[in-house]
Protein backbone atom coordinates (compact mmCIF):
# COMPACT_ATOMS: atom_id res chain seq x y z
CA UNK A 1 0.00 0.00 0.00
CA UNK A 2 1.14 3.51 -1.21
CA UNK A 3 1.58 5.92 1.94
CA UNK A 4 -1.07 7.83 2.28
CA UNK A 5 -1.12 11.46 1.60
CA UNK A 6 -1.53 14.38 3.86
CA UNK A 7 -5.36 15.54 2.84
CA UNK A 8 -5.84 11.55 3.21
CA UNK A 9 -5.00 11.71 6.71
CA UNK A 10 -6.89 14.58 7.64
CA UNK A 11 -9.93 13.23 5.53
CA UNK A 12 -10.10 10.28 7.57
CA UNK A 13 -9.60 12.58 10.65
CA UNK A 14 -12.42 14.69 9.68
CA UNK A 15 -14.54 11.56 8.52
CA UNK A 16 -14.39 9.74 12.21
CA UNK A 17 -14.95 13.20 13.83
CA UNK A 18 -17.83 13.35 11.54
CA UNK A 19 -18.90 10.04 12.37
CA UNK A 20 -18.69 10.10 16.02
CA UNK A 21 -21.40 13.30 16.13
CA UNK A 22 -24.02 10.85 14.63
CA UNK A 23 -24.00 8.57 17.68
CA UNK A 24 -27.09 9.47 19.60
CA UNK A 25 -25.42 8.92 23.39
CA UNK A 26 -22.98 11.94 24.84
CA UNK A 27 -20.82 9.30 25.95
CA UNK A 28 -20.14 7.48 22.80
CA UNK A 29 -20.01 10.10 21.41
CA UNK A 30 -17.81 11.92 23.23
CA UNK A 31 -15.63 8.99 23.60
CA UNK A 32 -14.94 8.16 20.07
CA UNK A 33 -13.93 11.95 19.49
CA UNK A 34 -11.37 12.15 22.16
CA UNK A 35 -10.38 8.20 21.42
CA UNK A 36 -9.92 9.85 17.54
CA UNK A 37 -7.78 13.14 18.49
CA UNK A 38 -5.95 11.31 20.98
CA UNK A 39 -4.63 8.38 18.25
CA UNK A 40 -3.65 11.18 15.91
CA UNK A 41 -1.62 12.71 18.22
CA UNK A 42 0.07 9.64 19.31
CA UNK A 43 0.89 9.10 16.09
CA UNK A 44 1.60 12.52 14.49
CA UNK A 45 5.66 11.82 14.63
CA UNK A 46 5.49 8.61 12.63
CA UNK A 47 8.14 9.43 9.97
CA UNK A 48 8.01 5.55 8.55
CA UNK A 49 5.95 4.81 5.72
CA UNK A 50 5.09 1.56 6.62
CA UNK A 51 4.31 2.50 10.13
CA UNK A 52 2.47 5.26 8.67
CA UNK A 53 0.81 3.23 6.13
CA UNK A 54 -0.06 0.33 8.68
CA UNK A 55 -1.80 2.70 11.46
CA UNK A 56 -3.67 4.33 8.64
CA UNK A 57 -5.21 1.27 7.70
CA UNK A 58 -6.10 0.48 11.03
CA UNK A 59 -7.78 4.01 10.87
CA UNK A 60 -9.68 3.38 7.96
CA UNK A 61 -10.92 0.09 9.36
CA UNK A 62 -12.17 2.03 12.75
CA UNK A 63 -13.87 4.28 10.71
CA UNK A 64 -15.88 1.39 8.92
CA UNK A 65 -16.70 -0.20 12.54
CA UNK A 66 -17.69 3.30 13.86
CA UNK A 67 -20.27 3.77 11.16
CA UNK A 68 -21.28 0.44 11.54
CA UNK A 69 -21.94 1.21 15.02
CA UNK A 70 -23.68 4.51 15.07
CA UNK A 71 -26.17 2.94 13.03
CA UNK A 72 -26.69 0.16 15.56
CA UNK A 73 -26.86 2.43 17.93
CA UNK A 74 -29.14 4.73 16.27
CA UNK A 75 -31.95 2.23 16.36
CA UNK A 76 -31.40 0.99 20.19
CA UNK A 77 -31.08 4.84 21.57
CA UNK A 78 -32.78 5.43 24.47
CA UNK A 79 -35.90 7.85 24.50
CA UNK A 80 -34.59 10.16 27.30
CA UNK A 81 -31.74 12.57 26.07
CA UNK A 82 -28.75 12.58 28.37
CA UNK A 83 -28.31 15.39 31.02
CA UNK A 84 -25.59 16.64 29.00
CA UNK A 85 -27.23 16.56 25.76
CA UNK A 86 -30.49 18.94 27.52
CA UNK A 87 -28.35 22.15 27.59
CA UNK A 88 -26.73 21.59 23.77
Not at 1 to 11: G, H
Not at 36 to 40: K, L, W
Not at 53 to 57: D, E, G, L, N, Q
Not at 64 to 72: F, G, N, W
Given at each position: ?11 LF???LR ?9 I ?5 RR ?5 R??Q ?7 I ?5 GG???L ?9 Y?L?A ?8 VN?
Open positions: MATPSTSEILSRSLTARQFPDYNREYIKTIDSFENTLSDASSSSVYARAQEVAKRQAIVSYPKVKSIMDH
